[in-house]
């Protein structure tokens, strides 16, 4: 049994106003899942980008603008957006606090 303690891994500024905590990925042993949570500033984001997986986007605090292809919603805490495979989306914090983002992907390797 492997035990993964969160508050032992490295909080990491991915880029300007996104940090990020991997829990699970290639690096710590998994196979098939990539699960991080991140911490997005005010009117900072993650850029449109695809995977060749589902990804479910979990919103624990906050309000983001999410989009699929050209679909564009409104997320906030307690809502999740899955994203199907190979579909352009991405996403911003359009509130005033930090946004808490859960994420699982259906492989090991987050390349985003």
Request: net charge negative; aromatic share 6%; with cysteine.
């Amino acid at each position: 049994m492997w035990i993964i303690v969160h508050s032992d891994q490295a909080l990491e500024e991915w880029r300007p106003g996104v940090s990020t905590r991997m829990h699970v990925s290639a690096l710590n042993g998994a196979t098939h899942l990539c699960i991080f949570e991140q911490w997005i500033a005010p009117a900072a984001g993650v850029p449109t980008h695809e995977h060749p997986v589902e990804e479910v986007l979990a919103i624990l605090k906050g309000e983001a603008e999410m989009w699929i292809d050209e679909k564009r919603g409104v997320v906030i805490g307690g809502q999740s957006l899955i994203v199907p495979a190979h579909r352009k989306h991405g996403f911003r914090n359009i509130g005033s606090e930090t946004l808490h983002v859960h994420a699982v992907l259906g492989f090991a390797i987050s390349e985003g």
